[in-house]
């Protein structure tokens, strides 16, 4: 026990530092000295204060939020190949954003684009679709909810498809790059809008850690033991679900953060969520502002969609987890 979490606090001293030093690394490496103490001119310190330090913040906070709902579905569908895209809530938000592009119309809400607008209102109403249909019938069980996102998934998939193809080449250029999934981000108005629903959805999963390792322990164990599983689930659902739908109408769908990153603090830190969901929040956060880094400097000055690097990286990940599942099983 006290080994899990020696490694836990290195993780998150190690986490703290990437992020720290990613605003300063670039095309150009930046001084901190010169950011510090005033060495720097004022080109470099809008470039720095108004591109790079926005953009990081804004890649910690949707990592973290990816991750920590990764870690969360996981727990809850006893799967530990679940994502937070299994349930379908990015396909809704992809549709609202290709919808707003098909339209050909710009408008900005409270600063907020009109894309990040309408991925929103699908991304909710995707949550609102799911969880409709598992009340029809068996109710909101987690094969009933795992089945509906997979075939909603699925629906806004195929819609998506269909936009792109009636749409013109701009239109649909423009829909395939939303779809690769981006953090860039020019001043704080970004970070502020996607913070609420990563703390809010955070809280909700960092509150129920003990629950969390009822859930995965099986729902009749869960239950004998006085929790009370259909209201967990619902609370957890929405809490994260929400959560993602933020992420990804401001962001795109960033895929694999949300399954690499809790398989791999679920290796260093063991499987107790009471530090698996804290710790993931903190190293999903670094490790996309890490990618993000790459993505602007790999080719600089022209840039990387950080969702290609998330799934050059997830690709083999996910094979190797493949396997290693396979060959245990075989056993």
């Known amino acids: 026990m006290k080994k ?16 720290v030093l990613a ?3 670039g095309p150009e490496i930046i001084s901190w000295r010169d950011i510090l103490f005033g060495g ?4 470099t310190k809008r470039i720095f204060w108004m591109i790079r330090l926005p953009r990081v913040l804004l890649a910690f906070v949707a990592g973290a939020g990816l991750a920590a709902s990764g870690t969360c579905f996981q727990a809850m569908f006893r799967n530990p190949l679940a994502t937070p895209f299994t349930l379908g809530i ?20 409270g600063g907020v684009s009109g894309a990040s607008v309408f991925a929103l209102l699908g991304a909710l109403g995707t949550v609102a679709l799911v969880y409709g249909l598992t009340q029809v019938g068996t109710g909101f069980s987690t094969s009933t909810l795992l089945l509906a996102g997979v075939a909603v998934n ?39 809008s996607v913070a609420p629903f990563v703390l809010a959805g955070g809280s909700v999963i960092l509150w129920m850690t003990n629950e969390l390792n009822l859930l995965l322990t099986g729902e009749d164990l869960a239950t004998s033991r006085g929790a009370n599983v259909p209201n967990l ?60 880094t790459a993505a602007r400097t790999a080719i600089a000055p ?28 075989a056993f």
């Open 4 to 19: 899990e979490w020696t490694t836990f606090c290195v993780i998150v001293l190690l986490c703290f530092w990437v992020v």
């Open 23 to 25: 605003p300063f690394i």
């Open 40 to 43: 720097a001119d004022e080109t």
């Open 90 to 109: 990015s396909s809704g938000a992809a549709f609202g954003a290709a919808i707003y592009v098909w339209l050909d119309v710009s408008f900005s809400l």
């Open 154 to 192: 699925f629906f806004f998939s195929s819609l998506i498809m269909f936009i792109q193809y009636i749409s013109d080449e701009s239109h649909s250029m423009e829909i395939v790059r939303w779809l690769m999934g981006n953090v860039q981000a020019v001043g704080e108005r970004e970070v502020l």
């Open 233 to 292: 689930k619902r609370l957890l659902f929405f809490g994260t679900s929400l959560m993602i739908g933020g992420v990804v109408a401001f962001c795109g769908p960033i895929g694999f953060v949300g399954m690499m990153c809790p398989h791999m603090c679920r290796a260093l830190v063991g499987a107790d969520h009471r530090r698996l969901v804290p710790v993931s929040f903190v190293f999903g956060g670094a490790f996309l502002v890490a990618c993000d």
């Open 302 to 329: 022209a840039e990387i969609p950080v969702g290609v690097i998330t799934a050059l990286l997830g690709g083999p990940f996910f094979l190797v987890l493949l396997l290693r599942r396979s060959r245990a099983l």
